[in-house]
């Protein structure tokens, strides 16, 4: 594939809003998840990083799911050094990816519809539970008025995501593409995740254990890339392959491999067959925690070790016995990274990244 | 590159095959009527899918049987039964309903005790389109399913439409599929849009729109697979394009900038002049708001002359489905040679430039246009060829 | 005008302004307070639109038992905080809360 190269990453997670935040939370390593009233252990975003009044009044009935898109959306923007108003507006796309959509606002259409009755549903929950809800209020507050599209699958959304975004570029559709994902933790999600997973009470998730049921920790947030095939205005490398058939062992010429622990794959034993010795492994979901469009977030982490040139230590894993664990932080010379992520019929998926 | 249909699969309420459904078009009848798929207090007619059963999943994934027994139709159009296992074949598929966890009782069981059974979770994982059929087929190649409201169908289409371009598959099923569901029923009734008698596109005494349900599915393939294939085309996918309004979270840009935006775009996508469009399938929901900015911009891209309608009069709005059902709908138009009437149209708006077709319509030449509108202020526009 | 009357009405008010602020967006950020009596809802003034008038219709069935049958009746009921305290104070069911 032709490169895609990154010139502005957003991003809000647990440990707040932007990419230095990111960035030190790599350096910085594992901290204790955030509890909820009932006690269940999550990454999730705190209240104060979704406050933001500048942006806002231009989304004012935005839901939680949305301002999440929204802020990661316009810091992506922002990073970029992009002037939107520069730009001819219908010349840039977005492509939001998410598995569990605005499933929190859809549950409050179902009470609406259980304490209320039928008719008395309110139109402004309704309209934000909507899955393309968020790219709406996104496209309203960048003011774009090219392609706006909104995908969902439960595995390798992110991934499939990128690559439509790179058939639009090809075609010479757009210039630029604000390519991203969003997820959020409800009270119903932590409650699905401690029913169908096995959830770390201890707070910490351990990836690279090769349990048949990884221990994990939910978490949540949004991510966004600016991508187009301009190389001029790479800021963080780009992205140079990807590779969904699921018959593929990956790369051998990286320098890293990052992999999407989420938990939901299940074992990540399926790794160890396909993963060079040679080439040190990490994992980070320990730090923003495991959802199932959480890939892009790797793909973050990857892009400032290529941008910095450092390789940041992989936190908590115990069976260093079965990988060469990237364990230390460290300069180091970093020309590519791969990243993978697998589903739960053991299928791989690849993304290449490079300086 | 052109890109050609090779398959087609239409299930909706005017048929679940092409033959009722154009007998459907011809008679003018309109199979709408009181929802039976639920219980409900809202009085609007529905156009419900009466009598499918296919089921290829749990009968509680409606949306996805809808989804796969249209694409097995397409397969079967297409005679690609057998060979698709692990073939480089790109699943796009549009959706509402069939994205969301929904289920009334989960949320009441989890909000009164804290906890609920698994089993409408489990339904939900299992059922999203894309990933259900691309793993059902065993296909290898791109999957999308696209959630972009009422635009979702046409958009998948264009999905895969960049996907051949590119080079990522030598075919890809493409389409979309709803289901009639409870929750949608009562969104669309809090934003006033539906209508308590059978809707009537374009009309001066228009209320609003009904729901209907089905699916939708192209089998779009290369030149160089189809000949390979030995497969005549159906129709030639000439051009698309989409954009968006950047407007309003429920209501169109007045200005209507947005699809005339798509639809210019997918004219010089197609490389054709507005002259050369035969007709048009337009959106049409018969909302006040929809059918007044879509007739203004068919008006000043296409004239007063322009032939066209809204067939949701005989489907409803079947949300993710529409787009790619209605494209097939052009298909079907470009092969006969004619168009049906706008069921349900009587008497123009003194505010609306343009009437639709008001009885079955000779048409002539090549080109169709299918256009789509729909919430988050999404605009779609797809150009249609029947080949000589 | 009778003061109970008049009470009635200030209460009515109040609760208005609370459900506007929480339940149409934005308005979370300004209070209950900092909405004046007399400001116009709709157009220049707090600035909302059509979306919010079909909230507002939603929110009178379920917290007043009142029905918006004709959105143009609903027009001039829904200029002020006061135009629309008063319409519910003179429709709400006397049963209702």
């Known amino acids: 594939m032709k490169p895609v190269f990154i010139e502005g990453i957003g991003i809000i997670f647990t440990r707040g809003r932007g990419l230095n935040k990111f960035e030190q939370a790599l350096k910085d390593g594992w901290d204790e998840p955030t509890v909820s009233a009932d006690g269940r252990k999550a990454y999730r975003v705190p209240k104060d990083a979704l406050i933001d009044y500048n942006i806002l009044k231009k989304v004012r009935r935005s839901d939680r799911f949305s301002r999440l898109a929204v802020f990661a959306a316009c810091d992506a923007i922002h990073d970029s050094d992009l002037d939107i108003a520069d730009l001819d507006q219908s010349s840039i796309g977005i492509i939001i990816a998410t598995a569990f959509g605005p499933h929190a606002t859809i549950f409050k259409v179902l009470d609406d519809i259980i304490d209320y009755g039928e008719k008395k549903v309110s139109p402004t929950t309704f309209a934000n539970s909507i899955h393309n809800a968020a790219a709406s209020y996104v496209a309203s507050a960048l003011g774009c008025t090219g392609p706006v599209m909104t995908t969902t699958q439960f595995y390798f959304s992110f991934q499939q995501a990128l690559l439509l975004a790179s058939s639009w570029l090809n075609e010479g559709r757009l210039k630029k593409v604000l390519v991203g994902i969003v997820d959020e933790c409800s009270p119903a999600m932590e409650y699905i995740c401690e029913e169908k997973l096995s959830v770390a009470h201890n707070g910490k998730m351990s990836p690279l254990s090769c349990l048949k049921r990884p221990k994990f920790v939910p978490g949540e947030g949004s991510a966004f890339f600016l991508v187009s095939q301009d190389s001029r205005k790479k800021k963080y490398g780009a992205f140079t392959e990807i590779d969904i058939t699921g018959n593929s062992h990956g790369w051998t010429d990286v320098d890293l491999s990052i992999i999407g622990t989420n938990a939901m794959g299940g074992s990540e034993e399926v790794y160890k067959d396909i993963l060079n010795k040679g080439i040190p492994v990490a994992a980070y979901s320990s730090i923003y925690g495991g959802f199932m469009t959480g890939n892009a977030f790797e793909c973050a982490a990857a892009a400032l070790m290529l941008k910095n040139q450092t390789q940041y230590a992989s936190p908590n894993v115990d069976r260093t016995e079965l990988w060469n664990v990237a364990d230390k932080s460290k300069e180091r010379e970093l020309n590519q990274i791969q990243c993978i992520s697998h589903n739960n019929t053991q299928k791989l998926v690849f993304i290449k990244m490079t300086k | ?388 | 005008m009778n003061s109970s009357h008049e009470n009635e009405l200030t209460e009515i008010r109040q609760k208005v302004k609370q459900l506007l602020v929480s339940n149409l967006g934005q308005l979370e950020m300004l209070g209950p307070s900092e909405i004046k009596d007399d400001v116009a809802l709709f157009g220049e003034g707090l600035g909302l639109d059509s979306l919010d008038a079909l909230e507002i219709v939603v929110l009178l069935k379920k917290h007043f038992k009142i029905e918006i049958k004709d959105m143009n009746e609903g027009r001039e009921v829904f200029a002020t905080v006061d135009s629309l305290s008063r319409f519910i104070q003179m429709n709400a069911p006397k049963d209702g809360n």
């Open chain 2, 1 to 388: 590159m052109k890109i050609y249909v090779t398959g087609l699969g239409l299930i909706s309420a005017a048929g679940e095959n092409e033959k009722e459904t154009l007998t459907s078009f011809e008679s003018g009848k309109r199979r709408a009527g009181p929802v039976s798929l639920f219980s409900t207090q809202i009085q609007s007619p529905a156009y419900e899918a009466k009598g499918f059963s296919r089921h290829y999943f749990p009968e509680q994934l409606r949306t996805l049987n809808l989804c796969l027994a249209a694409t097995e139709d397409a397969l079967d159009d297409a005679s690609l039964k057998e060979e698709i296992r692990g073939k480089r074949i790109g699943v796009a598929m549009g959706t509402t309903v069939g994205s969301v966890l929904n289920d009334i009782n989960f949320n009441m069981e989890f909000r009164d005790k804290g906890s609920a059974p698994m089993d409408s979770v489990n339904l939900y994982l299992e059922g999203n389109l894309s990933s259900g059929i691309h793993s059902f087929l065993q296909t290898e190649g791109p999957s999308i399913t696209v959630v972009n409201a009422c635009v979702s169908g046409a958009n998948a289409i264009g999905v895969a439409m960049s996907w051949l371009r590119s080079g990522l598959c030598d075919i890809a099923i493409a389409g979309g599929a709803d289901e009639l569901n409870k929750v949608p029923f009562c969104g669309f009734g809090a934003l006033g849009i539906l209508s308590d008698s059978l809707c009537s596109p374009f009309d001066l005494n228009r209320k609003g729109l009904n729901l209907g349900e089905g699916a939708g599915v192209l089998l779009l393939e290369s030149e160089q697979s189809m000949e390979r294939r030995k497969k005549k085309p159906r129709a030639i996918m000439r051009g698309y394009d989409f954009s968006n309004d950047a407007h309003h979270l429920t209501s169109p840009d007045p200005s209507g900038a947005g699809l005339e935006r798509a639809t210019t775009g997918a004219l010089i996508d197609a490389r054709l002049e507005p002259d050369a469009i035969s007709f048009i399938n337009a959106h049409g929901t018969a909302t006040i708001d929809n059918d007044l900015v879509e007739a203004r911009v068919l008006h000043n891209l296409f004239g007063s002359t322009i032939a066209f309608l809204s067939t949701k009069g005989y489907i409803g709005h079947t949300l993710g489905a529409a787009g790619a059902l209605e494209a097939g709908f052009c298909i079907l138009a470009l092969e006969q040679g004619w168009i049906p009437g706008c069921a349900g149209f009587k008497k123009l708006d003194p505010n609306i430039p343009i009437a639709p077709v008001t009885q079955k319509t000779q048409i002539e030449g090549h080109f169709a246009l299918s256009t789509s509108m729909g919430f988050g202020g999404c605009d779609a526009a797809l150009v249609i060829e029947f080949p000589e």
